[in-house]
């Protein structure tokens, strides 16, 4: 069964890093075409993609987020990370992970971590 | 980037009837790269179609993806309780990757 679950802290004061850690369960980032993505959610918003990761380590970022994100891969660990520099309060959202085969779009989404950045 | 608006925002229907949802991007998107989800409060957002035209594993056959160019659509064609949720369309073939506003259907 593939399942992917994020994990995190639940709050971040504001200007703090963020990590946050995608665990891959029933597949693996290994094979061609796989891919990770992460997204977030504002209360009531639209979802907005943040950055992916590829199985041959390619790393794709926002347009509008590219400096204060830093996507990884621990492929043995079955992990892909995602770090976000100077957190803001406008930065509390749901994130999400969610991989993506090829062209087939992203079957699959872990449950989502909410973020807070408060002081 | 390319910036996708759905139409229309909300849509009040009631169950049995026909609900069309309309995707526009703001520069051609390959068919290959348009995907639709459905999501649910409190959920992660679900698959229904990728390729713009092809149901996701599990999907019934109500739902159904059509378009190319700048034009796709969603439509489910007899709507069912369980179908009153939010749906995203998304392009995946040009980075970076976008989704549409949304489209909130209600029942009416």
């Known amino acids: 069964q593939v399942t992917l679950k994020e994990s995190g802290p639940a709050l971040v004061k504001p200007t703090q890093t963020l990590t946050l850690t995608c665990t891959l369960s029933?597949?693996?980032?290994?094979?061609?075409?796989?891919?990770v993505s992460w997204f977030r959610q504002t209360p009531g918003k639209a979802l907005e993609w943040l950055a992916r990761?590829?199985?041959?380590?390619?790393?794709y970022y926002s347009t509008s987020l590219k400096t204060r994100l830093t996507i990884s891969k621990d492929t043995s660990k079955k992990q892909v990370v995602l770090t976000m520099t100077n957190m803001d309060p406008v930065d509390t959202a749901t994130y999400y992970c969610?991989?993506?085969?090829?062209?087939?779009?992203?079957?699959?989404w872990g449950q989502g971590t909410l973020v807070t950045v408060s002081s | 980037e390319i910036v996708l608006t759905q139409s229309p925002g909300t849509v009040s229907l009631s169950p049995g009837e026909r609900a069309t949802l309309s995707c526009r991007a703001s520069?051609?998107?390959?068919?290959?790269?348009v995907a639709w989800y459905q999501q649910k409060p409190g959920q992660a957002p679900r698959l229904l179609i990728y390729?713009?035209?092809n149901r996701a594993s599990g999907i019934p056959d109500r739902f159904s993806g059509s378009g190319s160019g700048t034009d796709f659509t969603l439509t489910i064609s007899r709507l069912e309780p369980e179908d009153f949720a939010v749906y995203y369309c998304?392009?995946?073939?040009?980075?970076?990757?976008?989704f549409g506003q949304g489209t909130r259907l209600e029942i009416k």
């Open positions: 969610a991989r993506k085969q090829g062209l087939w779009g992203y079957d699959s």
């Open positions: 998304q392009q995946y073939g040009i980075l970076p990757e976008t």
């Open positions: 990761i590829d199985w041959d380590d390619d790393k």
């Open positions: 390729g713009a035209s």
């Open positions: 029933g597949f693996s980032l290994s094979p061609s075409g796989m891919c």
């Open positions: 520069q051609s998107v390959s068919v290959s790269y």
